[in-house]
Every structure is written in structure tokens, then in C-alpha cells.
């Protein structure tokens, strides 16, 4: 008979061993009651089953960070032409938030650049945008946009979070964890930056976190120049074979240490060496160009890999070809608080035939009808000139700012709310922050107000607790 002491020793080491199963299955378990947070059913996908037929299976969004002026791109104003130079009326400005004007004068200051009517649906954009113009019959103007943060880095977190708390998720992870991603070897949220024609206010890299979703839904960073992932080549000397060992071995200890813990951030570890293991055969093919028809780089107007917006443009159609969920581009560079009329045709220049091809080439693949395009910055500019002489600025601006969207189930050739005569407040159909993102969800085919996250005890949502709405006249 055996002792009690020898008892414990086998009651111990069966239970150790016998979590190589149960361990599975509990974070079998754990992932399912995370995906499911929702209250929705599990998809072999993502957390939820789609709420409805989704539009868009995809989002590319060409963020033009730095805030660029709607007076001169998207959103004429032929009374503040009128006005240029004269005071802006107090009954607009008095109270207001501005960034760094509070105190000063606050003069007019006229649109710097020609709007003309563009398309068959007329649409006006400025003549900085010639090749974003010639897209007026494809694109959805939202001229009404407000946002409730006035500095770069919480209007760019708000944007990109629906709140300015830091660390929340973005929205890039919200929709990977929603719908998950249909690439397997690329991550599924991916970024890009690029930067030129202005003051370049820094990115951080939380705006592309997941915040309090796991961490396999936070985005990756793919540098713009050279090797797009740090370390994606093997080190001299090295193979695939002896690199597949690696990846076993430590693979192999953090199974055991799950059995142990069973921490679902172990499983994400062990899942993110086998997605970089593939990434090593996956992104050299991504970036060689040499397959592609010198008809379409010649159409983005720009050396491949050199770094540039329009480079990653194409990069852009390249990975939401690969079934990447998200894909992010911030061009750092239309900050102007001083020569607005020079930068915005600079850094125009530098985005706008890559927007404009990047929509084209996503045409003529049929991808453009469930790819959802989206082309803005985290505020607008204000009326009022910042500084004097010969070159002023503009200055922050949250009342009044434009975006244009495309594809994915978007209206094409229709323009959406307006601004007053100044510019300053908008005053027609208003769109926050988070309308904009219930209209994104809805197009995925998410209820935005069913498409929760459960944390700290409270159910959350990309689109918080205010109320938002979905922008159902723009949409197909």
C-alpha cells in the first residue's frame, strides 16, 4: 500500500501533467469568452459574427497627420475671400477654443488656392489636388467634421481611439478583433509612415496600440525604407531549418510554462513567433516589385521602397491584396501654422498622386468595391491667419474640418454636411469623431452598439457612450 507522502507526489504530477490538456482546453475556453465578449457567437474569424451584410471586407486609411487645411483642399469659402484681412466676427470666435491664437487679433485670411467644380457630380476641390480631384465621381466629401481635441497627439488618439484617454484601442485593433484578418502569414493591422512638406509633428506608437484587447490585435509597424520588419532576414550563418528549431524550442518552453500559468498572453507569444517565422518568406515577396507592370508603378509616380507616401500607397493595394484587415498610412507633414499657401501645395504634392492612384489601381482589381478608403487629418485649420507678412498660417481647428472617403460601400460623387460661410463652425449635418467610426463599423458589417469589450467591468466601445450615428446618406 502505497504511503500518503507518495500519494501527494502522484496527486501533484497528475494534476501537472494532466493541464497539457485541460490547459488547452481552458484557453480554449479563454479565448472564446474573449472573443465573445461581444455577447455575439464565435466566427472562425474574428470575435463576432457580422451583425449584418458588410460593404467593406477591408479599411485603408491615408491619414494626413499634422491637420490639413479644409480651406484649402476640400472646402471652399468664397466669403472669406470676401473677408481677407478683416476681422473674423466675435459672435463666431468669442469663447472658442484656439490653440495659439487665444488673445491675439483674429483676421481673416483668404483660401491660397483655386477650388474648381470637378466630375459630373461637380464636386469643388481645391487645384492643389489635381489628381485627387479627378476621383470627384468616386469619392464621398464630408465637409462637417468636428473632433473635441485641439493638440496633435490627443486629436490623433481621439481619432484613432474615440477617446483622449491614452492606451485605449485603436480603432485598427477593434476591427481585427471584431472580424479578425484573412492574411496568415502578415499581421493583420498593418502601419506605414511617411513624412515631408511641412512641420512633421511625431507619431506615437500607441496610436496603433490594442489597449486592453489582447495583444495580438495591436498593429505592426513596416518602416518604409530597407527591411520592413526589423530582423526578417536570418542571421549569417543561419537557415530556415536551424530558424524553424529556434522557433520550436521556444515555442516548446512556453507551452510548458502555459501549463502552468495559463495566461492567454503566452498562446499570443507562442502564435506571434510562428506569424514572424512566416513573415521571414512573406515580406520579401510583399516588397518585390518585380512582378508588378511598370504601367502601374509609373501610376504612383514613385521609386518603389523609397520611403515615400505614394511607395507605401502601393505597398497598401500589396498587402490588402494578402488579406490584411486594416492598413494605416500617416504622412507627417501638413502642421502649416505659418506658409500655408506654399505647404499645402508641398505637401499636396506628395500625396496626392499616390491617393489618387492607389484608388485606381484598386479599380481596375475590383477591389475598390469592398475596400473602404479614408483620406483625413486629426483636425482642420482655422480661418483666421496665424502670424503676418507675406507668408501667414492657420492655426488648429476642431469646429470644421473635411475627409473624403471611397469605396466599400460609399456613395460616390456626393458631398455630406457643410461649414459656415467662414469655415469655422460646421453647421450641417454635423459628424463627430464617433459617427464616423459607427459608420466604418457599419460598413464592416458591425453594430457599433453591440460591438463591445468587457474590462474593468464595463461593457466598451470604440464608439463610448455618447451617441453616434451611422452617416446612411453617404452609403450605397
Given at each position: ?6 500519494q501527494?507526489?502522484q496527486r501533484?504530477t497528475?494534476?501537472n501533467?494532466a493541464?497539457?490538456?485541460i490547459?488547452s482546453?481552458a484557453f480554449?475556453?479563454?479565448l472564446?469568452?474573449e472573443?465573445?465578449?461581444s ?7 474574428g470575435?463576432?459574427e457580422?451583425h ?7 479599411v485603408i486609411?491615408?491619414?494626413m497627420?499634422g491637420?490639413p ?10 466669403k472669406?475671400a470676401?473677408?481677407?484681412?478683416q ?8 469663447g472658442q477654443p484656439i ?5 491675439k487679433a483674429l ?10 467644380k470637378f466630375?459630373e457630380?461637380?464636386q469643388e476641390?481645391?487645384?492643389a489636388?489635381p ?6 465621381d468616386d469619392?464621398a466629401?464630408v ?7 485641439i493638440?496633435?497627439d490627443?486629436?490623433?488618439t481621439f481619432?484613432n ?7 485605449r484601442?485603436?480603432?485598427?485593433s477593434?476591427?481585427?478583433y471584431?472580424?479578425?484578418s484573412?492574411?496568415?502569414?502578415l ?10 512638406g511641412?512641420q512633421?509633428q511625431?507619431?506615437a506608437?500607441r496610436q ?10 495591436q498593429?505592426?509597424h513596416?518602416h518604409s ?8 532576414g536570418?542571421?549569417p550563418?543561419?537557415n530556415?531549418?536551424q530558424?524553424?528549431?529556434v522557433?520550436?524550442?521556444v515555442?516548446?518552453l512556453?507551452r510548458?510554462?502555459?501549463e ?5 498572453e ?7 513567433y510562428e506569424?514572424?517565422f512566416?513573415m521571414?518568406?512573406?515580406v520579401?515577396?510583399?516588397v518585390?516589385l ?19 507616401f505614394a ?5 497598401a493595394r500589396r ?7 486594416f ?5 507627417r507633414?501638413?502642421?502649416h501654422?505659418?506658409?500655408v499657401k ?6 499636396a504634392?506628395?500625396v496626392d498622386?499616390?491617393s489618387?492612384a492607389?484608388?485606381e489601381?484598386l479599380k481596375?482589381?475590383?477591389m475598390?468595391k469592398?475596400?473602404l478608403v479614408?483620406w483625413?487629418g486629426e483636425?482642420g485649420?482655422?480661418?483666421?491667419s496665424?502670424g503676418g507678412g507675406e507668408n501667414p498660417g492657420?492655426?488648429h ?10 469605396g ?5 460623387g ?5 461649414t459656415?460661410?467662414?469655415g ?16 466604418m463599423?457599419h460598413l464592416?458589417?458591425i453594430?457599433?452598439?453591440r ?8 461593457d466598451?466601445?470604440?464608439t463610448g457612450v455618447e ?5 446612411h446618406p453617404?452609403?450605397?
Amino acid at each position: 500500500m502505497l504511503n500518503s507522502s507518495f500519494q501527494a507526489i502522484q496527486r501533484r504530477t497528475f494534476l501537472n501533467r494532466a493541464t497539457v490538456g485541460i490547459g488547452s482546453v481552458a484557453f480554449a475556453t479563454q479565448l472564446a469568452a474573449e472573443q465573445s465578449a461581444s455577447g455575439n457567437a464565435v466566427s472562425s474569424l474574428g470575435a463576432i459574427e457580422p451583425h449584418h451584410l458588410a460593404k467593406a471586407k477591408r479599411v485603408i486609411f491615408l491619414c494626413m497627420a499634422g491637420g490639413p487645411s479644409h480651406l484649402e483642399t476640400l472646402d471652399y469659402k468664397p466669403k472669406l475671400a470676401e473677408m481677407d484681412g478683416q476681422p473674423m466676427p466675435d459672435s463666431l470666435t468669442a469663447g472658442q477654443p484656439i490653440a495659439q491664437l487665444q488673445g491675439k487679433a483674429l483676421k481673416c485670411l483668404a483660401p491660397q488656392h483655386k477650388f474648381e467644380k470637378f466630375g459630373e457630380s461637380g464636386q469643388e476641390i481645391s487645384t492643389a489636388l489635381p489628381h485627387i480631384a479627378k476621383l470627384a465621381d468616386d469619392i464621398a466629401i464630408v465637409r462637417s467634421m468636428t473632433t473635441q481635441q485641439i493638440n496633435h497627439d490627443p486629436a490623433h488618439t481621439f481619432m484613432n481611439s474615440g477617446t483622449q484617454i491614452s492606451g485605449r484601442p485603436c480603432m485598427g485593433s477593434w476591427i481585427q478583433y471584431g472580424l479578425g484578418s484573412e492574411a496568415e502569414d502578415l499581421p493583420g493591422f498593418v502601419v506605414l509612415t511617411s513624412v515631408g512638406g511641412g512641420q512633421s509633428q511625431p507619431i506615437a506608437s500607441r496610436q496603433w496600440h490594442s489597449g486592453f484587447l489582447p495583444s495580438r490585435y495591436q498593429g505592426v509597424h513596416f518602416h518604409s525604407k530597407g527591411d520592413p520588419v526589423l530582423f526578417v532576414g536570418n542571421p549569417p550563418g543561419v537557415n530556415r531549418d536551424q530558424q524553424r528549431q529556434v522557433i520550436d524550442a521556444v515555442n516548446g518552453l512556453n507551452r510548458l510554462r502555459q501549463e502552468s500559468v495559463d495566461n492567454s498572453e503566452i498562446m499570443t507569444s507562442i502564435a506571434q513567433y510562428e506569424l514572424a517565422f512566416k513573415m521571414q518568406a512573406s515580406v520579401p515577396e510583399l516588397v518585390d516589385l518585380s512582378n508588378e507592370p511598370q504601367h502601374v508603378l509609373d501610376m504612383y509616380g514613385s521609386k518603389p521602397g523609397d520611403g515615400s507616401f505614394a511607395s507605401n500607397c502601393l505597398l497598401a493595394r500589396r498587402l490588402a491584396e494578402r488579406g490584411v484587415r486594416f492598413i494605416q498610412l500617416y504622412h507627417r507633414g501638413w502642421d502649416h501654422h505659418g506658409g500655408v499657401k506654399n505647404g499645402v501645395a508641398n505637401t499636396a504634392k506628395l500625396v496626392d498622386r499616390g491617393s489618387w492612384a492607389l484608388i485606381e489601381d484598386l479599380k481596375q482589381r475590383d477591389m475598390l468595391k469592398d475596400t473602404l478608403v479614408i483620406w483625413s487629418g486629426e483636425f482642420g485649420r482655422t480661418p483666421m491667419s496665424q502670424g503676418g507678412g507675406e507668408n501667414p498660417g492657420r492655426d488648429h481647428h476642431i469646429k470644421g474640418f473635411s475627409m473624403w472617403m471611397a469605396g466599400g460601400g460609399i456613395r460616390p460623387g456626393v458631398s455630406y454636411g457643410a461649414t459656415d460661410e467662414f469655415g469655422y463652425n460646421a453647421v450641417e449635418d454635423v459628424v463627430s469623431v464617433h459617427d464616423f467610426h459607427a459608420t466604418m463599423l457599419h460598413l464592416l458589417g458591425i453594430d457599433h452598439q453591440r460591438f463591445t469589450y468587457k474590462f474593468q467591468g464595463l461593457d466598451m466601445k470604440l464608439t463610448g457612450v455618447e451617441p453616434a450615428r451611422v452617416l446612411h446618406p453617404i452609403m450605397t
